[in-house]
């Protein structure tokens, strides 16, 4: 079966701090990789997809970027946070045959 | 106009009453339309899914999806304090040809849920 760990749970960060958040998948390959972030409210905010290695598209322009550099480990960071990144981050993998979103357990980012 | 809009509530019941989540979409391209539970601080599950229209049951669950008025809905029959979470839609349309492959999902604003003792 597969599974997707994300760490880590909580994070607090200094503003203008680096940031590395590190997602990874087991058991499939090649599978499509999300970051979402979910602020105060409740939606879900696409930041990244990539649909392979080294394959990156960005959704909202902002402090933060990602990159795959294997196929099944995303990573999203930023060379200096600022408070606006604070938030619970996501990631999450698709099933491509049917368009099901698979999710980890969150990081929630603080930046102080 | 946002492509899936979802009753953003709150919503509070007494326990053992009947549920009904729901959520409209204008992309007449979504094929899969899934429901996921978000406990306080954790990632959402996946709750249930159904492809195309009709009726999904499982459980105190059901799904239904009426393709010809762009509407989803999910019941919860007989709701308990441990169904108490935010609840959000999702839909996703095939990308490329053969309808085969599908990219991104789509997700309503989520609706909050708390069943009271």
């Known amino acids: 079966s597969q599974t997707i760990h994300q760490w880590p749970a909580t994070l607090v960060q200094p503003v203008g701090s680096p940031l590395s958040l590190e997602c990874t998948v087991e058991?499939?390959?090649?599978?499509?990789l999300y970051w979402y972030r979910q602020a105060a409210g409740r939606g879900l905010q696409l930041l990244f997809y990539?649909?392979?290695?080294?394959?990156i598209s960005s959704e909202v322009p902002q402090n933060l970027s990602a990159s795959r550099p294997q196929d099944r480990q995303f990573i999203l960071s930023s060379k200096k946070l600022l408070l606006s990144d604070s938030g619970f981050y996501l990631c999450?993998?698709?099933?491509?045959?049917?368009?099901?979103?698979?999710f980890g357990q969150g990081t929630r980012l603080t930046v102080v | 106009q946002k492509e899936v809009e979802q009753d953003p509530g709150p919503l509070s019941v007494p326990e053992g009453a009947i549920v009904s989540l729901n959520c409209t979409y204008s992309n007449s391209a979504f094929q899969y339309f899934m429901w996921y539970r978000q406990y306080s601080r954790k990632g959402p599950e996946l709750l249930m899914y159904t492809y195309s229209s009709g009726n999904k049951e499982d459980g105190r669950f059901t799904a239904q999806v009426d393709k010809s008025s762009k509407y989803i809905s999910l019941f919860i029959r007989d709701s308990q304090p441990s169904d108490s979470a935010t609840y959000l839609c999702?839909?996703?349309?095939?990308?490329?040809?053969?309808?085969?492959?599908?990219?991104?999902?789509?997700f309503g604003q989520g609706t909050i849920l708390t069943v009271h003792p």
């Open positions: 990539s649909v392979g290695i080294g394959q």
């Open positions: 999450a993998w698709l099933r491509r045959r049917q368009g099901l979103a698979f």
């Open positions: 999702a839909m996703s349309a095939s990308i490329g040809a053969g309808g085969t492959s599908y990219g991104k999902l789509t």
């Open positions: 058991g499939t390959s090649n599978p499509n």
